[in-house]
């Protein structure tokens, strides 16, 4: 019943309350991304959904407009591409906000499997444990993030199996209460830092 109905209901009013609490701070946010660099506020990017089916992720910009299509995704603090506003959102995890977003248009939930890109899936869509990650919506905060945000691909995605395996109203709360610590700290935001 909480996977299937409560859950999505409690997304919904937190995502809501979210938005109101943070609004002045998102913009504050998006006021500060205009003026560190040029490019637009927001970053959007095709990932994998429930159901490995493709949803569009909301974030605001960290790195220099079009710095994907320059070099992938950032693994290091000292990547040049991101910005400076763009170095303390990742590290706050602020710039995972607009994700509100996703959660009220019913792609992403609170609590889930973080949503990755296609081809990182390839080399494991074989792995039929690793796939339960995909019975459940992706999340803004997940279970590996209470151990280390910048998990190895195989120990998140056993994270990941584990969760959907086990989804409940209390393993959400404890991860959402969870998560503060590690957030708060900024540790653990690159695989160079483990």
Known sequence: MYKHFFKRIIDCAL????LIVSCIPM????IAIKIDSKGPVFFKQRRLGKGTKPFTVFKFRTMCDHAYEMGGIAT????????????????TSLDELPQMFNVLNGTMAIIGPRPILDWEW??????????????????????IDLVNR?????????????????LSFWLDVKTFF???????????VYRDER
């Open 178 to 188: 969870g998560v503060i610590a590690p957030v708060l700290s900024g540790d653990h």
């Open 15 to 18: 995502s809501i309350i979210g």
């Open 122 to 143: 390839d080399e494991y869509k074989e792995n039929k444990r690793f796939a339960k990650r995909y019975d459940v919506l992706p999340g803004f905060f997940c279970t």
């Open 76 to 91: 290091s603090a000292s990547d040049s591409r991101i910005t400076k506003v763009g170095g303390f959102l990742r590290r």
């Open 150 to 166: 910048a998990a190895l691909r195989e120990d998140q995605f056993e994270a990941d199996a584990a969760y959907a395996e086990n």
């Open 27 to 30: 913009i504050i946010i998006a």
